[in-house]
């Protein structure tokens, strides 16, 4: 049998195992403490010399690699990363003057087939482990030298809400005090709106929530984003009223300005209107273009009267620009040109796509 990635384990799963191995619990706080300190050679941890030994032969001590690493103009690095079954993730690194935040992947692809997503394109070719995500963190912290990452956004590949299971448990090891001690305003989940998950996530794990809202009509927001069907609007809302609320902004709606698609004066009205009784700020991203689709971004004219009309109305509606535009930073972008550049059909980017598809059933 392969032996178990060594991220995966929670500090419970550690105490299991030390003490299956004889020794006391408290060597596992030392062996997690060390791990996401960043060291990946149990040979410098402060442990007795049988078990180390017994470490190495039992875990998989190794991250992703860094495949392809592009710096935009705008100071933010876009990495592609590759898992150990040769899988490509994304994950941009955006230090800016009083944070470092990195925006990391939850899936390999996702399901959820939002119209204007060029990961939805690629549909779900897995989840990830638990410690598939945590190891995004622990390559950025080996990048930045001196400093560490001090936010977390899932706004990378995949719907994270989709991998429940694997992103709480990243999420409680992100925010533990005894793990990588992340404040919970610091960690954004955004999702797509799964409302049972979402309500789950703030009994299990309260962390900062955005919603990719995009357009306040159900039935266009159903044809952009197949989950309204599911969970329309009303729905969401209610899940959202209910949602423990962490920050001074209460949750953020992320808004893809699409011209003549949902930049109107006519939705900037019913957004008001859907956000009347709710904490929320609005993120309004002008669209990033992807190459063989239609849709363009919204004007700048067309966006400027879209954001006055919300903040004449005290909806905080800040203009997003998606970092790291020159390197395709939108999610999805840069794993399907790396393959454009290796000539493959980005339809095939996973050849063993079945396969795995089936396993993670
Ligand atoms: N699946 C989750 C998180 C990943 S997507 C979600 O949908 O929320 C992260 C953000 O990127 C979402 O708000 C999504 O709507 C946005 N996005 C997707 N494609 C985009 C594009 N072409 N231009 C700008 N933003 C995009
Ligand atoms: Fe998936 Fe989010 Fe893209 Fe929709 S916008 S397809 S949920 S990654």
Redesign the pocket.
Known sequence: MERPFYLDMTLDSWTQWVKAQGFGAFVAKQIFEWILKGVQDPQRFNISKDLKKILVDSFLWVLPTIDTRLKSSDGSTKYLLKLFDGKFIEMVLMPSMDRVTLCISSQVG?R?N?S????GKMGLMRNLTSGEILSQILIANQELQDAKVTNIV???M???LDNFHEVVKALKIMTDPQGLQLSKHKVTV???GLVPEIAALGKEVAVSL?I?F?TPFDEERSSMMPVNKTYPLDVLKKALLEYPVQTRHGITL?Y?MIKDKNDSLRHAKALVKFAHGLKVKVNL?P??P?PGSPMEPALAENLATFQAYLEERSISAPVRY?RGQDVSA??GQLAVKRKNELGVDPRLLWRDRRSVERSTK
Do not use: D, R
Not at 116 to 119: D, M
């Open positions: 996702c959820m939002c204007f997503c060029q990961t899932f706004m990378g995949g719907e994270p955004s999702t797509s955005a990719s995009h992320e893809v991203i669209l990033n992807h998606s939108a999610c």
